[in-house]
């Protein structure tokens, strides 16, 4: 890889992809065809207020590109979205063609991305709909007349899209613990976006074929405003004097709320009734370089690291194409603020084998919050993938004493009986484990780690310090460690 090439200029000089992914090479296959599962029924819906019609791509037949066109007019342009109409029916949950007259769900669909491209509000989305230098984009959707949605209309149509996405489909990821996660319906509309660039050539077959995967956590903030950073599932309980509600603020030494007043007898007033799932989290991390400034003792002069958010958590699975040089978002999901990532980032992977049956993993990588033996035994048993997760630290590891014992130190590097490090001998891809040796280090003049009290050194009674070892004692690691640990493999 030439790294002192963009993006941009990498992928043109990929004789690949210029071939399938240019203009000139996509001109025999346009337009590009949403592609509608099979087993997807038709909409009930006969008559619609618009009718989206694939228009064509008239005007980028000439020598060049009009250099006025976005990215989002190019899709407008080369990708026919008659095949979306009947998965979003289905996904609004219309099974009768009786009733209201809607809009059609593909103009709505596409009005929404128009208005995500430009970073707009509903209001001023519709707005721009209304001028007449935007009647193309109209046309395109498929409004004619005038006659557009109103922001009710939009924002009925995204909630309703919303609620229906989870719905009874449960993930088995733990049958002992009995830990299920609701599947989330919306992936639908993903996985097909992503088969679409896939059958079109855009994904590199190296991606595909030996993909790596990146689930990745974003934080959303609520549109409620923050009124108690304790609000918890039992503040949305009715109250009442012979059951009264519990307080999570008062079991935090906080003031709280009695809740005994008339605007707390279903809700307590202090939470969101908008946004009944969001939670409160304070933020530490983040995905910037360490400041140089920053002290070493964690010391910020009175100011706790990191920022509060009230809201939300997305959770995408990511697959990285290095030799395109961008990313895909397989599959998402979304929960509170504050909850963990481990089971649903599971869950998320034991979907790809039914969502992408052609997609062949190569290894996951992940920050410590997947580092947790659910995600890890999913990765390593299920889509016999390496793990590249960031380790996670434990209480544990700070007793040294310990690591002899368990065999293994602070950062999953093996330790023997006498306090003595093993030295990295590759990666067995065959057999999926990481080789170590000792390579007779307690006769070479190394220090161990520490030392063990009672054994004499150098020791003299290793088993492994005869010839028939030349390498000394080898350990191979795979799936966990003896002790049965995996977090830090």
Known sequence: MAVDLSALEQRAQDPLFVAQCSLDGLRDRLPLRWPTPPDTPPSPKKRYRSQYVYLGWDDLKGSSIPEHLSLFDLILRLVDFEGVRPVLAQLLGWTSGRGWVPFD?????????????NNWSRAETLRQLGKPANAGYARRFGFRDGCFPTEGGLRYFLTTLGSNSTGDDTVTVDEEQGIRIAIQQLNQLMVQSVLLLHEAGFVSPEAWEKALLCPDGMLHE??????????????????????????PAKQKKRRGCDCDTAACAQICHHATPRDPEARYVWYTGSNQPGNPNEPIDGDQGGQPKGRGV????????QLADPVRRFSLTLLGDYMPANEREENPGAALLLQLESYYPTLHVDAVAGDAGFGYDLPLHVIYADLQARRVVDLRAHETDKDK????????????????PFGYAYVANGYDAARRRYKWVCAHACQNKSQPVLRVDGAHYPPR????????????RIVNVGERFSDGSMRLV
Not at 105 to 117: A, E, I, M, N, R
Not at 310 to 317: A, C, F, H, P, V
Not at 401 to 416: A, V
Request: proline share 12%; charged share 20%.
């Open 401 to 416: 004493q310990q690591w002899p014992l368990r065999g293994y130190d602070d950062r999953g590097r093996p330790i023997c």
């Open 105 to 117: 769900p593909v103009s709505l669909f596409l009005l929404h991305g128009w208005q995500l491209d």
């Open 461 to 472: 009674e290793c088993p492994y310090l005869g010839s028939e070892h030349p390498f000394g």
């Open 222 to 247: 609520a549109a409620s405003r923050l009124r108690c950073t304790s609000v918890s599932e039992t503040c949305y309980q009715p109250t009442s004097p012979v059951r009264p509600r519990p307080c």
């Open 310 to 317: 009230y809201g939300y958590k997305s959770l995408r699975l």
